[in-house]
């Protein structure tokens, strides 16, 4: 038997999130008005989420119920395949047991969706009419016009300019489900104006995106915006991809030793992650955890813990995160959906406080173990997940060198079907590794904001 | 319930491919050689297939043993889910069923592996070391990369020129599972090299690339001759979508009224059709069966019964199939898995014989109807494939129309996340329909071969 396959019935679609702030030890650092730098509280984020969202983002319950018309939505694609990698472990002569989680077969090809259709669901439940976000490479963007076609909702999405030029199939597949695509930095907002007026050929970032859709949302009242990434509610929404590999490897009779996921804003990291995390935390079972992340956008293994603002123009609260400082853009490397200055507050969390490691892969590698995973498994992983294999391919190889045969679990978070210019430099050998961005981090964090940093 | 999947365990994988030659009521006429006029025997296919495919190509046994190996890869993707379409009912305002079954969770995105898996079993299992095939919009010429790869065989693809520039994604991923991909016609074979001196800038057509792989794989001993459709045992190993529709049906408490597919070499048309037809040829249960063509290739609704060649070059044997000529030539349309002007001896038969019915539709008409399905669906349906969907949705509006809730399905035989550009062009309105080409058609056809036909 060459892959083995563990599928789940409907019915063990988790009916609950699982929320990692109920083991903790202690509260997350606050949130805190850049203006004043004091705590916020609900009111002040109630003119971008709807209550129900705001709620899941301070909540401590361990269990929040999943809404049964979002259920039904999920189990479209979910519970999604967890494999164990046969010919893969067989290429690399490994001792080790490797298994992967495959958020691919969502409709959208990742598991952007998981959350994608929570946030659409609770905005309509809150009367919204339109949505705005932002969107790197395309997958996020992707989910949400698919969640808010189903409900009902309008959708506005700032594709960072380099991507949206860059990638026009991934605007042709939004636009197919209704969205609108609009290339950032635009002159529909203050925000884009005053960028475009300093720099008319800036190809744009995740920050100055995010800048753009909050702008518009705060403006208008029927208007929500939401973020595919970084926030609790969003980690919290994708958990049911770990509480299904929890199910899956006990039918497996199996549990991992190493977890290994990729990080951008860190939900598709979390969402595996954190319900063994949680394990760990009330001491049923020990885990260690690896977070890979692109080693031209470092923000875990060379960014600073500290506050910092979510965009460029400094129009959200600050959160103590990871951050390579909210002016730093990222070079040119071909996973978009990484290129973000900053991290999950709760995945930073959880890093200081050593639940888990992080490694960083320039992309050659991460090309390289991507191909190498297609030729095995059949599947042609994302950009931004193979930096997930490339993790997992090195913890087997350690395994070999020592003879353990230890069990690994990664998230192969989403395919490549849009990303295949990358394939294509990659095979034609037009692909390079980028330095350590080591002078342009650090001026970006000494332009850390003074407001919980003094 | 927005929708509602009926998935089936892997012990449901069919033990048996399902043979429609045993249920008929009498032989296919037989394939005769191009020089002779005479019927062909295995030894005349075996400088192109192994032995065990030229047996399952000319057998009469109902049901043909899936080989355990075989079996195994396919439950990588297999059983796929069968859908209840209840989002596009409400937006159709039917009172019918709509089922369709989903087959473009295989890794290549179609239903397509499902022979290509088993195609390079058994030429691995005779020892071959190479295989050659054509491939248009790529869908085959991925799969077959795909299972190449999985039995270690080198894989030749000759692409349809103006498919291998306008679809370098495709390329890309054939090339990712380490297959060598070449625009036809080429130099590489005497008849790419007769066609380019004709026409230099010719951009290639089906029945070329056929003509370039035939003739490499001829002549040599280590290397066979894949096709992705058309053969009767190609045919056969799609038979596993219908069997597992009609478990699925069983689980859903259904029957089908009306089964729908498209049809280009009619493979995924047979997959899920022919064990329905055989239900209904041994007195079990009537069906209604509907095959869509494009009507600007309109090989069912307006080419000949009659023997012809399966390539341009005319290497092939002589089969009796409906054709629009082996010279014809379809206008550039978007649907190139549809682009063919024959059509499977089999399914031919089954149209002569009154078991099924054929219409044709125009590409403006199928993306409308596929970007309708993907807005209420979630999944964006190939090209091909919209043709299934178009078909679908106007026998869901014909039973509203008569106020019928029959029960309808259809094979959606693969998604479209690699010919964004068609669907880029179709919400940029640039897609145009095609004027039928009476004479263009009329033209091939009156070269028709004598043998057969006299």
């Not at 952007?112 to 963007?141: C, L």
Request: net charge negative.
């Amino acid at each position: 038997m060459d892959t083995v396959k563990y599928l789940l019935p409907d019915v063990d679609l988790p009916a609950n999130w699982y929320n990692l702030a109920a083991d903790l030890s202690g509260p997350l650092p606050p949130v805190l008005h850049p203006g004043t730098g004091e705590p916020i509280g609900p009111e002040d984020l109630a003119p971008l989420f709807p209550m129900a969202l705001i709620e899941q983002e301070v909540s401590t319950e361990r269990w929040i119920p999943i809404p049964e018309e979002v259920r039904q939505i999920l189990l479209q694609w979910r519970c999604t395949p967890l494999y164990r990698a046969r010919r893969l472990e067989k290429a690399l002569n490994t001792p080790a047991k490797i298994y992967y989680k495959y958020e691919g077969v969502s409709p959208s090809g990742s598991h952007k969706p998981n959350t994608a259709v929570a946030q659409a669901y609770y905005n309509r439940e809150a009367g919204i009419k339109k949505i705005t976000t932002e969107t790197g490479a395309g997958q996020w963007g992707s989910s949400l016009a698919l969640a808010c076609q189903m409900f009902d909702l309008e959708c506005l999405v700032y594709m960072v300019k380099v991507s949206f030029n860059q990638k026009p199939y991934r605007r042709a597949f939004m636009e197919t489900f209704g969205a609108t695509c609009i290339p950032s930095p635009s002159d529909t907002t203050a925000a884009g104006k005053a960028i475009l007026e300093k720099d008319p050929d800036c190809t744009g970032s995740l920050g100055i995106a995010i800048s753009e859709a909050v702008e518009v949302a705060a403006q208008n009242a029927d208007t929500s915006y939401c973020l595919g990434s970084v926030l609790n509610h969003v980690l919290l929404h994708q958990t049911v991809i770990g509480q299904e590999c929890l199910a899956q490897l006990e039918m497996a009779g199996d549990y991992p030793d190493v977890i290994v996921g990729c990080t951008g804003g860190g939900s598709n990291f979390a969402g595996i992650a954190f319900p063994f995390i949680g394990r760990k935390l009330r001491g049923e079972r020990d885990v260690r955890v690896v977070a890979v992340e692109p080693s031209a956008c470092p923000t875990l293994t060379k960014g600073r813990y500290a506050y910092d603002f979510g965009d460029t123009a400094h129009l959200t609260p600050l959160v103590k995160m990871h951050t390579l400082g909210s002016t730093f853009v990222p070079p040119g490397f071909h996973s978009g959906g990484l290129r973000y200055h900053g991290m999950a507050p709760m995945v930073s969390h959880v890093l200081a406080s050593g639940l888990c490691e992080a490694r960083s892969f320039n992309q050659l590698e991460c090309f390289a173990a991507g191909t190498q995973f297609a030729k095995a498994e059949g599947i042609l992983p994302a950009p931004e997940a193979t930096h997930a294999v490339v993790g997992a391919i090195r913890e087997a190889e350690r395994c070999r060198e020592e003879g353990r045969a230890e069990t690994i679990l990664f998230n192969l978070c989403g395919h490549g079907h849009f990303d295949m210019q990358a394939y294509m430099d990659y095979n034609a050998g037009k692909l390079r590794d980028y330095d350590y961005p080591e002078g342009e981090i650090a001026m970006a964090l000494a332009g850390l904001p003074v407001h919980g940093n003094s």
